[in-house]
C-alpha cells in the first residue's frame, strides 16, 4: 500500500510526530516497534528497501486513526467509598487490637 505515498525513513517519521510527555518527540525505535510488533494489534506498514526500512505519512495517519478507533474505554470508578466507610481503623477497632496484643504478650510472657 505504500505505492505512490510519501515515503519517509524511520527517523524521519519519528521527527513527524507530536511531541509527547516532557517535549520529546518518540524516538526512530518506537516507530520500528509499532511496524515490528503493533500496538494493540495494529501494525504500522512498512518496507524494507535496501538496507532501509521505510513508511509513510499516509501510513502514519491510518495508523494513528485505527489506533484511535480500537482506543480502549474510560476508566470509570466503581464507586467513591470514602464516605460509606472510614479510612483506616475506627477509635474501638484500635483498642480492640490493643488488647488483642496485650494478651498475646502476657501469654508469650512478654511485658
Known sequence: MLQNET???F?????RLPQFD????????????WARHGVRGIILESRRFGGRYVTSIEALDRFSKALAETAPAPRVPVRDTSESKPQGRTAAQRERDIQRAERRLDVAGIC
Open 7 to 9: 515515503l519517509l525513513t
Open 11 to 15: 527517523s524521519q517519521a519519528a521527527k
Open 22 to 33: 516532557g517535549g520529546r518527540r518518540p524516538c526512530p525505535a518506537t516507530v520500528w516497534r
